[in-house]
């Protein structure tokens, strides 16, 4: 019986408070929902037979230079020179050759496929849909560069496109690039 004339005398501190708690409740709910943390799943991920984590000899490999080293540098969002390239095949990419990041032990850091040329990148940007989905990724679209982001519980995949100019001459040049996290 006392509840009743409790929640009868403080009614005007009582239903702001549960008011508040429920858009509180409400708004977490929301957020927790449309918040990205999906994560696709867990697999191997090998390029030309390599990797991540492997132990290899740099020598087996030459080293990345000009617009691709430049835009892995962006993607990576620092200047390495530990970037490293085989010339491979990927389907029907007519130019494409597969990097490495290999630190100074010669651990694989990460690895992926960098192509130039606008059809190639088209295609190689649909080779990393097909690998990840289409459902997970977050997308960041500028004017002269895209990029796509997947995350797993260990591995982050990327697909970079960016257009680099050279006087009136517009270039472009993808990547898809697996690192740890």
Request: with cysteine; net charge negative; charged share 25%.
């Amino acid at each position: 019986m006392r509840i009743k004339y409790l929640i009868r005398d403080n009614k005007w501190i009582i239903t702001p408070a549960l008011y508040i708690l429920l858009l509180l409740g409400a708004s977490l709910i929301y957020l927790n929902k449309n918040s990205n943390h999906e994560l696709i799943e867990n697999r191997d991920i090998i390029v030309d037979s390599i990797s991540i984590g492997d132990q290899v000899e740099t020598n087996e490999f030459e080293r990345l230079e000009g617009l691709d080293s430049k835009l892995l540098n962006e993607i990576v969002a620092s200047d390495l020179n530990n970037l490293f390239y085989k010339e491979t095949f990927l389907q029907n990419l007519s130019e494409v050759k597969s990097i490495y990041i290999i630190d100074a032990e010669g651990v694989v850091l990460g690895l992926g496929y960098v192509s130039k040329g606008a059809e190639n990148c088209k295609r190689l940007k649909y080779f990393s849909y097909s690998e990840n989905g289409k459902h997970y990724v977050v997308e960041d679209d500028k004017s002269i560069s895209k990029k796509l982001e997947w995350n797993s519980e260990k591995n982050r995949f990327i697909f970079y496109d960016r257009y680099f100019s050279s006087g009136t001459d517009l270039k472009n040049n993808c990547a898809y690039l697996i690192t740890l996290k």
